[in-house]
């Protein structure tokens, strides 16, 4: 799977990159601040795409001396760092347009990349369309991620290729006054219209690195696999401690039997019930706990000063 992974992160950088070289390049000759977003947008994605080969090789690694849990953190913090980057470059460049608006705008030259941008459009749109495939087959953020970075690209790609027919068929009705305000006008727009999309994505980082509850089917769906062993063994408690770090899931399941097992016999329910975590998430770390006294649960779990301290009385 890993190794699926890099080959399409490699495949498409080397197509971003060259968006990226072309698309500012171009900018700069037409003195388009809307191109310019689009291919410092593919530039930067391009750097980012290159890091994300090192990150999904890195997450791949065992726990070791440094980091006992693995390497999986390293994916929601390397998406939140890119986030804040794209962030920040919408910012600047919109405030930058929005200032071109109010100072009276500017005049671009629009037909020298009218065949570039319908191009990075069609482009774009299809790495798009591959990308959220394999994502959900690999069931990979970081290919998920690549995803939503080349939708984007696509809305910037085809808004430019608007705006730049725009100006044309202005400049052919000899309407020049309005063609100052379009491509500013279109920049800030790029700037608002990814301000959503950005914010949720790294709003679900942050949630990954604090150690948040996965998402509420996730949940669902880990809860029905022990409640059918549950039935199977009757178990007389449980209980579902889980967090979820960019695609690895960590759980620790604490199970009070309603009578005690030899130890071969638990050690085989626990095998079967994490042959069966793992059949729904190849990404899973689990820890399964079994007792017939609950007692030393509140023990195991956090809490605050005021609590440790009747509890250790």
Same mark, same amino acid.
């Given at each position: 799977?890993?190794?699926?992974?890099?080959?399409?992160?490699?495949?498409?950088?080397?197509?971003?990159?060259?968006?990226?070289?072309?698309?500012?390049?171009?900018?700069?000759?037409? /003195?388009?601040?809307?191109?310019?977003? /689009?291919?410092?947008?593919?530039?930067? %994605?391009?750097?980012?795409?290159?890091?994300?080969?090192? #990150?999904?090789?890195?997450?791949?690694?065992?726990?070791?001396?440094?980091?006992?849990?693995?390497?999986?953190?390293?994916?929601?913090?390397?998406?939140?760092?890119?986030? *804040?980057?794209?962030?920040?470059?919408?910012?600047?460049?919109?405030?930058?347009?929005?200032?071109? $608006?109010?100072?009276?705008?500017?005049?671009?030259?629009?037909?020298?990349?009218?065949?570039?941008?319908?191009?990075?459009?069609? #482009?774009?749109?299809? =790495?798009?369309?591959?990308?959220?495939?394999?994502?959900?087959?690999?069931?990979?953020?970081?290919?998920?991620?690549?995803?939503?970075?080349?939708?984007?690209?696509?809305?910037?790609?085809?808004?430019?290729? !608007?705006?730049?027919?725009? =100006?044309? =068929?202005?400049?052919?009705?000899?309407?020049?006054?309005?063609?100052?305000?379009? /491509?500013?006008?279109?920049?800030?727009?790029?700037?608002?219209?990814?301000?959503?999309?950005?914010?949720?994505?790294?709003? %679900?980082?942050?949630?990954?690195?604090?150690?948040?509850?996965?998402?509420?089917?996730? *949940?669902?769906?880990?809860?029905?696999? #022990?409640?059918?062993?549950?039935? /199977?063994?009757?178990?007389?408690?449980?209980? $579902?401690?889980?967090?979820?770090?960019?695609?690895?899931?960590?759980?620790?399941?604490?199970?009070?039997?309603?009578?005690?097992?030899?130890?071969?016999?638990?050690?085989?329910?626990?095998?079967?019930?994490?042959?069966?975590?793992?059949?729904?998430?190849?990404?899973?770390?689990?820890?399964? !706990?079994?007792?017939?006294?609950?007692?030393?649960?509140?023990?195991?779990?956090?809490?605050?000063?005021?609590?440790?301290?009747?509890?250790? %009385?």
């Amino acid at each position: 799977m890993k190794t699926k992974e890099l080959t399409y992160i490699k495949a498409v950088n080397a197509v971003c990159f060259a968006f990226g070289v072309l698309g500012v390049s171009l900018a700069l000759i037409a /003195d388009s601040s809307s191109m310019l977003f /689009d291919g410092m947008y593919s530039l930067i %994605q391009s750097i980012f795409i290159l890091i994300s080969g090192f #990150v999904v090789r890195l997450i791949g690694r065992q726990d070791d001396e440094r980091f006992h849990f693995g390497y999986s953190a390293f994916e929601p913090f390397y998406i939140m760092i890119r986030t *804040i980057v794209l962030f920040s470059m919408n910012a600047s460049l919109g405030i930058k347009a929005f200032r071109s $608006i109010i100072t009276g705008g500017y005049l671009v030259d629009a037909g020298i990349v009218l065949f570039f941008t319908a191009l990075s459009a069609v #482009v774009c749109s299809f =790495i798009c369309a591959f990308l959220y495939r394999k994502a959900r087959e690999l069931d990979s953020p970081m290919l998920a991620t690549e995803a939503r970075s080349w939708l984007n690209d696509t809305l910037l790609s085809v808004a430019v290729l !608007v705006s730049f027919s725009v =100006i044309a =068929i202005l400049d052919r009705l000899g309407i020049e006054k309005a063609m100052y305000y379009i /491509d500013p006008v279109v920049t800030v727009l790029f700037a608002i219209f990814l301000i959503p999309g950005v914010s949720k994505q790294l709003w %679900q980082a942050v949630k990954d690195l604090l150690d948040a509850a996965p998402p509420a089917e996730e *949940i669902e769906r880990l809860e029905s696999i #022990v409640r059918a062993f549950s039935k /199977d063994y009757s178990f007389k408690d449980w209980k $579902i401690y889980s967090s979820r770090r960019g695609r690895m899931i960590y759980s620790t399941i604490h199970i009070v039997l309603s009578d005690e097992l030899p130890l071969h016999k638990v050690d085989g329910i626990r095998k079967d019930m994490l042959k069966a975590i793992r059949s729904s998430w190849a990404w899973s770390d689990t820890d399964i !706990v079994f007792c017939v006294d609950s007692s030393w649960m509140e023990y195991a779990v956090p809490a605050v000063a005021e609590e440790a301290a009747v509890i250790a %009385q």
